[in-house]
């Protein structure tokens, strides 16, 4: 079993929605938790970073962590043609300690 | 603030020659961590360095690569005898020790 699991999409949405992506994971040593979009042929980008549950929102994008449930979201609204992305989600035990990615989701937002 | 910057951005290497990838992290920034990405794949740890030292390297094959991180200078990626299964993109991250960490452009090595 992966430690993170992330589902690959393709996912495809039209310009204006709200776009909803998640991750489960399965080691509850987790601690610290990253949202990055990578575009193609591109380095990952940090978009969000949380610690611990709970959200937080900037700008149109919003991260939520459920530790409970060992699952983590990324909400973007109002998605934008400029959003399409891959998007992977990533996380880690300590602040020093490796990042374990997810095979990422790759969304593409129609005008 | 420069970003990560990695180089070559482009690498192509015969079979059996050794390929070296360099990255220099964002100024500040003291810990250093390698990724290898293959086609439609997610990032697969590798290393990760602080200055002069190896923290932990349980993700890098146990032949034919290595990873150093000295005092002065880039970190390199070392690895001799490259094989076709050797192409990808191999990432580099930067840290100053706090949880974020940044990803330069990349690497991209095919091996021909």
């Known amino acids: 079993q992966k430690e993170v699991e992330q589902d690959p999409g393709p996912l495809s949405v039209p310009e204006g929605a709200i776009v909803s992506l998640n991750c489960t994971y399965s080691?509850?040593?987790?601690?610290?938790f990253m949202w990055y979009r990578q575009y193609s042929r591109k380095g990952p980008e940090l978009l969000m970073y949380?610690?611990?549950?709970g959200n937080k929102e900037d700008g149109r994008f919003t991260a939520q962590v459920d530790k409970s449930s060992k699952y983590i979201s990324l909400f973007i609204r109002d998605s934008q043609p400029s959003d399409s992305a891959t998007y992977l989600c990533?996380?880690?035990?300590?602040?020093?300690?490796?990042?374990?990615f997810g095979e990422g989701t790759q969304l593409t937002v129609n005008p | 603030n420069a970003g990560v910057m990695q180089n070559p951005r482009h690498l192509v290497r015969r079979r059996g020659q050794e390929a070296r990838l360099r990255c220099s992290p964002m100024?500040?920034?003291?810990?250093v961590y390698w990724y290898r990405q293959l086609p439609e794949e997610g990032l697969k740890f590798m290393v990760y360095?602080?200055?002069?030292?190896?923290?932990?390297e349980s993700g890098m094959p146990k032949e034919r690569f290595s990873a150093e991180f000295p005092k002065e200078g880039p970190s390199i990626l070392r690895i001799q005898q490259v094989v076709r299964g050797d192409s990808a993109a191999y990432f580099c991250?930067?840290?100053?020790?706090?949880?974020?960490?940044?990803f330069g452009q990349g690497t991209r090595l095919t091996v021909v």
């Open positions: 990533a996380m880690r035990e300590t602040s020093g300690s490796r990042l374990t």
């Open positions: 949380t610690y611990s549950s």
């Open positions: 991250a930067s840290s100053p020790g706090t949880p974020e960490a940044f």
């Open positions: 360095l602080q200055k002069e030292n190896i923290i932990d």
């Open positions: 100024k500040g920034h003291s810990h």
């Open positions: 080691n509850s040593a987790f601690q610290y």
